[in-house]
């Protein structure tokens, strides 16, 4: 295992700044972890995955990890199999193993750029699909100990795209293995749907499968690979995360008003994941993205940073410093902000 010094990390996050950290490494074993934390005690650590959901805004002054742990195990029983899988592993990749194998649970989150071991930070979810809902538990090494701890998924305090290794534990732990709970016996999920605005027509999981009398959960998966790549951009192409903002939850009045001016706006439940906020009453779950179309945003261009042609809530880094990607998203922030009076909530991490 090499230590680099003064190491250029734009081959090492999606939206490609170039950005230096003072140290870096690539571990591919707990034990290759435990040897670096331990020769480099007093360093600020960050655990990088595929760099896919982050913006480093400077140079980073301590110690970048990159976790390359790889490895699945299974655990098969009648109905179920249980996937051990080491962090580092692509998380695409594990969806499609689990899909070639027949295994449902995540096909509806195919094609979500990053690792396995940064699935539980974000805790992901899309299409309709939520990854805490496979959920079984993650193995972590703590960086100032090197002691191992295992988490269960009440232990891990998901919420609406957030955990507590995005919070209150953000930089202490590195997650090693993930464990996650697949039916044999899936049932597919079809329920996604968006109305037409913004897309120039309505898209949903249900149209794309109509003429499949029986879609499997691979057609599901390639249906929603479809979607995905007529609306974002490909990561190995622009230097982009995705989308930047949370879907905001405002209350059902709140709602009801804005349909008055957008009609078509949609709106989900908020019951479904946890939020950081109490939404304990009467809210409802909107697109910020719908917010931004509305508002010019889509295809919008300021230098060298923009947003996506199709897409207004995915930022595209065409060369810009990431002092200025930032601005733009607080440019983004302010005027849904002075338009709506919401406010828009960072997806990503910014470090």
């Known amino acids: 295992?090499?230590?680099?010094?003064?190491?250029?990390?734009?081959?090492?996050?999606?939206?490609?700044?170039?950005?230096?950290?003072?140290?870096?490494?690539?571990?591919?074993?707990?034990?290759?972890?435990?040897?670096?934390?331990?020769?480099?005690?007093?360093?600020?650590?960050?655990?990088?995955?595929?760099?896919?959901?982050?913006?480093?805004?400077?140079?980073?002054?301590?110690?970048?990890?990159?976790?390359?742990?790889?490895?699945?195990?299974?655990?098969?029983?009648?109905?179920?199999?249980?996937?051990?899988?080491?962090?580092?592993?692509?998380?695409?990749?594990?969806?499609?193993?689990?899909?070639?194998?027949g295994w449902g649970g995540i096909e509806n989150l195919v094609y979500i750029p990053g690792t396995v071991g940064a699935a539980p930070v974000q805790n992901i979810a899309a299409y309709g699909q939520n990854f805490e809902d496979v959920f079984v538990s993650l193995d972590v090494v703590e960086l100032a100990s090197g002691k191992k701890y295992t988490f269960s998924k009440e232990e891990c305090e998901f919420e609406y795209r957030n955990s507590r290794f995005k919070s209150v534990d953000f930089g202490k732990f590195a997650i090693t293995t993930v464990r996650l709970k697949l039916s044999k016996n899936p049932k597919i999920n079809l329920s996604y749907f968006e109305t037409g605005k913004t897309y120039a027509k309505n898209v949903s999981l249900a149209h794309e499968l109509e003429n499949i009398s029986k879609p499997t959960i691979k057609d599901v998966a390639m249906a929603v690979m479809k979607i995905r790549k007529s609306k974002l951009p490909d990561v190995t192409e622009v230097g982009t995360a995705g989308s930047v903002f949370k879907n905001p939850v405002v209350t059902?009045?709140?709602?009801?008003e804005m349909k008055r001016e957008d009609p078509d706006l949609q709106s989900y439940p908020a019951e479904n994941l946890k939020y950081k906020h109490d939404v304990?009453?009467?809210?409802?779950?909107?697109?910020?993205?719908?917010?931004?179309?509305?508002?010019?945003?889509?295809?919008?261009?300021?230098?060298?940073?923009?947003?996506?042609?199709?897409?207004?809530?995915?930022?595209?880094?065409?060369?810009?410093?990431?002092?200025?990607?930032?601005?733009?998203?607080?440019?983004m922030k302010k005027v849904v902000f002075d338009n709506y009076k919401i406010k828009l909530e960072e997806e990503i991490l910014i470090v």
């Not at 990390?9 to 700044?17: A, C, G, P, S, Y």
């Not at 707990?30 to 805004?57: H, M, Q, S």
């Not at 059902?252 to 009801?256: F, V």
């Not at 230098?303 to 601005?327: D, S």
């Open 1 to 101: 295992m090499k230590v680099y010094t003064n190491f250029s990390l734009k081959k090492f996050n999606t939206f490609r700044v170039d950005v230096e950290a003072k140290y870096f490494c690539e571990v591919k074993s707990e034990e290759e972890l435990g040897e670096v934390i331990k020769k480099y005690p007093d360093e600020k650590r960050f655990i990088l995955g595929e760099g896919a959901n982050t913006l480093f805004t400077k140079n980073f002054d301590g110690l970048v990890i990159r976790n390359s742990m790889k490895g699945i195990k299974k655990i098969e029983s009648a109905n179920n199999v249980i996937l051990e899988v080491g962090a580092g592993e692509n998380w695409h990749g594990l969806v499609m193993y689990s899909v070639e194998n």
């Open 252 to 256: 059902r009045a709140k709602y009801k």
């Open 280 to 331: 304990a009453g009467d809210f409802v779950k909107i697109p910020a993205g719908r917010l931004l179309d509305n508002l010019g945003w889509k295809g919008k261009r300021i230098g060298n940073v923009g947003t996506y042609k199709t897409q207004a809530l995915a930022v595209v880094n065409y060369g810009a410093t990431p002092q200025k990607i930032l601005e733009f998203m607080n440019q």
